[in-house]
């Protein structure tokens, strides 16, 4: 949870989104492992699911936003639902902090580019061709990271908080003139995407080794390593990036 970055706005320090940032790489290994026990299982995707008027994953994605918006978890700001027309409203009494960020938050939600490099460009690198005919679990599963990594991408606000309170006058002129590559060279730390790559490779290659009793295990990898990094270095972190440029462009407003 966020519970560092939230519980008050002078809390938040770039140090304590940055390890709430690195928890979170915990997450998306071992979903991208899960996911990767099933073969692609396409008519998951393809084909029309009963009455519905999409296919089994989009089915599921809408009732179980449905269920979740309900029990409140919609009110956090870096959990924006991938189905979001017609959600109904949170059944949870609203939390009376202080609000830490600024409420252009509610407005950024970039799901659709993460539903379309997950199962266009990501999917096909780590689940082998083939169908088990385990749908359910598979949609379920898909989910499971789908939210895992949009929640890493959309705490991108929170970052892009902690960057703006430590130098406004850095940002302001940026904001005011509406650069975007200006705000992006600012908020860019080339050696933390380094080292953010170089871990999560490793992350991924400690978590999915198979482990045995006798021995370290056979040297393979429930998912490549290197694809983890590429997840993280081709789209995680530009479009985290893309997250804090949005954010902050509204920042003033
Ligand atoms: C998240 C940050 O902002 C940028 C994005 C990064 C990421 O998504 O991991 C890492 C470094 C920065 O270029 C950060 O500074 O920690």
């Known amino acids: 949870m966020a519970a560092a970055a939230k519980s008050n706005s002078d809390n938040l320090t770039l140090d304590k989104v940055r390890e709430a ?16 026990n099933f073969p692609v299982n396409s008519p998951t995707y393809d084909e029309k699911f009963a009455s519905f008027s999409g296919s089994l994953l989009q089915f599921v994605v809408k009732e179980t936003e449905a269920l979740q918006s309900k029990v ?42 993460i539903w379309d490099f997950y199962f266009n460009q990501l999917l096909p690198l780590f689940a082998v ?11 379920s599963s898909d989910l499971d990271c789908l939210q895992a990594i949009s929640r890493r991408i959309h705490y991108g606000y929170y970052v892009a908080e902690v960057k703006f309170k430590d130098a ?60 983890v990094s590429q997840l993280y270095g081709e789209w995680i972190m530009p479009l985290t990036k893309l997250v804090q440029v949005e954010y902050l462009l509204r920042r003033l407003d």
Not at 198 to 211: I, L, N, P, T
């Open 21 to 36: 940032l690195i928890r979170q790489e915990d997450t998306i290994v071992f979903r991208l492992i899960q996911r990767a």
């Open 168 to 227: 406004p006058q850095d940002y302001e002129p940026a904001i005011r003139t509406q650069d975007r590559e200006g705000l992006m060279k600012l908020l860019t730390f080339e050696a933390v995407e380094e080292m953010v790559k170089k871990r999560v490779e490793k992350k991924a290659a400690v978590f999915g080794q198979d482990v045995c009793l006798v021995d370290n295990g056979n040297g393979k990898y429930k998912v490549d390593p290197s694809v």
């Open 72 to 113: 409140g978890r919609y009110e956090n700001p870096e959990e924006q639902p991938f189905s979001p027309e017609n959600l109904p409203p949170s059944l949870v009494q609203p939390q009376a902090n202080p609000p830490v960020l600024h409420p252009a938050a509610a407005s950024i939600n970039i799901n659709e580019k």
């Open 129 to 139: 061709p083939g169908d088990d005919g385990n749908y359910a679990s598979t949609a």
